[in-house]
């Protein structure tokens, strides 16, 4: 029988009939992949709880002649973040990057640059939980790009200059902010400040271990996350479900005390 290999990270699982599940993986060379896990309901021992999402694992799929839905044949779990597990913070934010990737990337599509930046996130974030945020906003910036909507943070759309003066306005549609010169009427977004654009811009092209050297303020944080909720929201065009937990927990703690 020829099976399909590959190492993974699960995203989604959900209930398929009586017994089964439906895994969604982000896999290292097959892109987006999904697969039929049978049994897994009916006996957790089956899969050894290797289907939760945020589980890296190498995996062995039986493809199928007709639906083109595979069947999990075995896995064998690499890493299961267990910092990240215990701490509800770091599990929600990693949730939502889960979320983000499977509304984002299409099946088969391939994603070897998300692969490796999803497993440099979970490693980092279940290492070091102060980094969470941070991370989790780099990884939102850099998952745009990887879906082809790269934005101009720090450079006006219209100009190309990098504007000048505390607040700019940024235009969802026009990909990126948008100088006071160029006028911001009719921006989606207006009053963004440049300093927050300036760290977004350094989320989005440094290198992975430079993240660590921005200083951002706790009111430049909260900006640049509603800014990249908004983005993904507005490109989406639906609102990814993990928000609305964090939302409600994440910016009223992000407010200046
Ligand atoms: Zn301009």
Same mark, same amino acid.
């Given at each position: /029988?020829?099976?399909?290999?590959?190492?993974?990270? #699960?995203?989604?699982?959900?209930?398929?009939?009586?017994?089964? /599940?439906?895994?969604? %993986?982000?896999?290292? @060379?097959? !892109?987006?992949?999904?697969?039929?896990?049978?049994?897994?309901? $009916?006996?957790?021992?089956? %899969?050894?709880?290797?289907?939760?999402?945020?589980?890296?694992?190498?995996? $062995?799929?039986?493809?199928?002649?007709?639906? !083109?839905?595979?069947?999990?044949?075995? #896995?064998?779990?690499?890493?299961?973040?267990?910092?990240?597990?215990?701490?509800?913070?770091? %599990?929600?934010?990693?949730?939502?990057?889960?979320?983000?990737?499977?509304?984002?990337?299409?099946?088969?599509? &391939?994603?070897?640059?998300?692969?490796?930046? %999803?497993?440099?996130?979970? @490693?980092?974030?279940?290492?070091?939980?102060?980094?969470?945020?941070?991370?989790?906003?780099?990884?939102?910036?850099?998952?745009?790009?990887?879906?082809?909507?790269?934005?101009?943070?720090?450079?006006?759309?219209?100009?190309?200059?990098?504007?000048?003066?505390?607040?700019? !306005?940024?235009?969802?549609? &026009?990909? !990126?902010?948008?100088?006071?010169?160029?006028?911001? @009427?009719?921006?989606?977004?207006?009053?963004?400040?440049?300093?927050?654009?300036?760290?977004?811009?350094?989320?989005?092209?440094?290198?992975?271990?430079?993240?660590?050297?921005?200083? /951002?303020?706790?009111?430049? /944080?909260? @900006?640049?996350?509603?800014?990249?909720?908004?983005?993904?929201?507005?490109?989406?065009?639906?609102?990814?479900?993990?928000?609305?937990?964090?939302?409600?927990?994440?910016?009223?703690?992000?407010?200046?005390?």
């Amino acid at each position: /029988m020829k099976f399909i290999k590959d190492s993974a990270i #699960v995203v989604t699982g959900r209930d398929l009939g009586e017994s089964d /599940m439906l895994i969604t %993986f982000i896999t290292r @060379e097959h !892109g987006k992949m999904k697969a039929v896990a049978k049994g897994a309901r $009916r006996s957790r021992k089956r %899969f050894l709880n290797a289907l939760e999402p945020c589980t890296l694992l190498d995996f $062995r799929i039986v493809p199928s002649r007709s639906s !083109g839905l595979g069947r999990l044949d075995s #896995v064998e779990v690499s890493e299961n973040y267990p910092a990240i597990r215990s701490s509800a913070k770091c %599990f929600m934010f990693a949730s939502l990057c889960c979320e983000l990737s499977d509304l984002w990337i299409h099946e088969n599509d &391939q994603a070897p640059e998300l692969f490796k930046l %999803f497993q440099w996130y979970l @490693e980092s974030i279940d290492k070091n939980s102060t980094n969470a945020l941070r991370h989790t906003l780099a990884f939102k910036t850099r998952l745009l790009a990887l879906a082809g909507y790269r934005q101009a943070w720090d450079r006006c759309v219209i100009c190309g200059i990098n504007p000048r003066g505390s607040k700019v !306005g940024f235009g969802i549609d &026009q990909g !990126g902010c948008v100088c006071s010169s160029c006028g911001a @009427e009719g921006m989606l977004l207006k009053d963004v400040s440049t300093g927050t654009l300036r760290s977004l811009a350094y989320l989005d092209s440094s290198g992975l271990p430079a993240l660590d050297r921005l200083k /951002m303020t706790r009111a430049s /944080m909260k @900006e640049a996350w509603q800014l990249l909720s908004a983005l993904h929201r507005h490109l989406l065009q639906r609102t990814p479900k993990s928000y609305n937990v964090l939302d409600s927990t994440l910016l009223p703690e992000l407010n200046p005390s």
